[in-house]
């Protein structure tokens, strides 16, 4: 299923919804925010989402924050109205909209922190983001056209990208185990499973270095051998680690004839520019040469510029604020460069997508529908195609509710005609990477379905490839 195919918000059975969401009473004037003790109107938006108590900062998760601070825009917009998750409904223009996020279960946000000189509440914690500490941002400005230089505090590696750490945990029992499991006659598959599917990344990194030094052999090569399919290949991924893994399926995705253009969108969108520095670095020492030579020979045109611009890493970091001018000023240009002229500057578009974190993102999109009336997804449905749509669409939706999107994915390598298994194996196993957020995106599934993703993932999966599948979603 393309991502085109996903029902927009709204058409979704009712039973299967993200949250019923009827329109408030009372609408502000458009683009006014209610005044204080007016947000939301009471009762308006139904149990699941009660409005906070007065005086309350910040209010529990599921929620709605404060009234905005006159002096920025939130860190939290909301959903773009229109937005493609299906069974969510989203208020006419001029109203201000439910928090971005429903929640799936995630901690309460921790105490709002000084940025930019104006106050506002941090990412959730169950967005994945690194919390920048205390301190006073300047704004990101208006970057040069395809290009810029990010600002704010820049934001740590993910877990696995960054520099070779020696961690406080023995690996030579599970080294050991997986060794027994492969030895003589016969694989013992459950150990396998069992030992690799709760490593962390460090801990992958740390049992494969145990494994080649207790037993002078490659992990690796081992599985190869004593395994085979969908089954070896989940297994091989959770024993590379993710960066490994990473620099693997995009060295696979751009070998031979064609292009896999959904395994490029997954590794490389939405990334810390952290993290596309590592898989820079891991590329080139595993393959010898530099991952942007490889993209230059496998894309073309204005797709190929894309995917430079996401690789030069100069994205704002995550701590970069949501300045209100700055955001206004991307708004415009994005309209200049789409529905307001004849034609599309689709580099303009990119340009912006790709040179602002997450929180600038949904800023953008929220504040698109309300000046033009029109989503931000829609645009880029009317005005672009092929592998450029579906990357900007990655980047939006990946902006603006991560852990749906998330469920998105793993049910685009479900649907249709046969399984995407090459897909469906490195979502779950980039996913799982990721621990604290496996509650978030099966919630967001369960919500979005109305069935659990284990039962999906059993429907499409069978024997230690499928008993391996659930094991990385803790099932």
């Given amino acids: 299923m393309s991502y085109q195919q996903y029902p927009p918000y709204g058409q979704a059975p009712p039973q299967q919804g993200y949250g019923q969401y009827p329109p408030p009473q009372g609408q502000p004037p458009q683009g006014q925010y209610p005044p204080p003790g007016q947000y939301p109107p009471p009762g308006q938006y ?29 860190q939290q917009p909301p959903h773009p109205q229109g937005s493609p998750y299906p069974g969510y409904q989203q208020p006419p223009p001029g109203q201000y909209p439910p928090p971005q996020q429903p929640g799936y279960g995630t901690p309460s946000p921790q105490p709002p922190y000084q940025q930019g000189g104006y106050q506002q509440p941090p990412p959730p914690q169950g967005y994945g983001y690194q919390q920048p500490p205390p301190q006073q941002q300047p704004p990101y400005g ?16 993910s877990v696995g990208y960054g520099p070779p750490q020696i961690i406080n945990w023995d690996a030579k029992p599970d080294a050991t185990a997986l060794r027994s499991a492969m030895k003589g006659f016969g694989t013992d598959e459950k150990t396998l499973i069992r030992v690799l599917s709760r490593l962390d990344p460090m801990q992958a990194i740390a049992v494969r270095d145990a494994y080649h030094k207790q037993h002078k052999r490659d992990l690796i090569k081992d599985i190869k051998g004593e395994t085979s399919s969908w089954f070896e290949k989940g297994l091989v991924a959770l024993a590379q680690g993710p960066l490994l893994h990473d620099v693997s399926l995009l060295h696979d995705a751009m070998d031979g004839a064609g292009t896999d253009e959904s395994v490029l969108n997954d590794v490389l969108l939405g990334r810390s520019n952290a993290d596309i520095q590592a898989i820079k670095s891991e590329y080139r020492r595993v393959y010898g040469h530099s991952l942007e030579s490889k993209v230059k020979g496998d894309l073309s045109m204005k797709t190929e510029r894309h995917f430079l611009m996401v690789l030069a890493a100069n994205r704002a970091e995550d701590s970069a604020p949501a300045i209100p001018q700055d955001i206004d000023r991307d708004v415009t240009e994005v309209y200049k460069a789409t529905e307001g002229k004849m034609g599309t500057d689709e580099l303009l578009v990119c340009d912006i ?8 993102i949904r800023t953008i999109a929220w504040q698109y529908s309300q000046k033009y009336n029109a989503t931000l997804e829609s645009v880029i449905k009317k005005e672009f195609s092929g592998h450029m749509e579906d990357a900007l669409l990655f980047q939006i939706r990946h902006a603006c509710d991560k852990f749906m999107h998330q469920a998105m994915l793993l049910e685009d390598a479900m649907s249709g005609a046969g399984t995407k298994d090459h897909l469906l194996v490195s979502r779950v196993v980039r996913f799982h990477w990721n621990r604290a957020d496996i509650p978030q995106f099966k919630a967001a599934y369960q919500k979005w379905r109305g069935k659990p993703l284990a039962r999906r993932i059993k429907g499409e999966t069978s024997g230690d490839y499928e008993k391996l599948m659930l094991a990385c979603i803790d099932e």
């Fill in 353 to 360: 997508l790709t040179h602002r974190n997450d929180a600038q």
């Fill in 46 to 74: 139904g149990q699941q989402y009660p409005p906070p108590q007065q005086g309350q900062y910040p209010p529990p998760q599921g929620q709605y924050p404060p009234p905005q601070q006159q002096q920025g825009y939130s």
């Fill in 142 to 157: 208006a970057p040069p056209q395809f290009g810029g230089q990010p600002q704010g505090q820049p934001t740590p590696p």
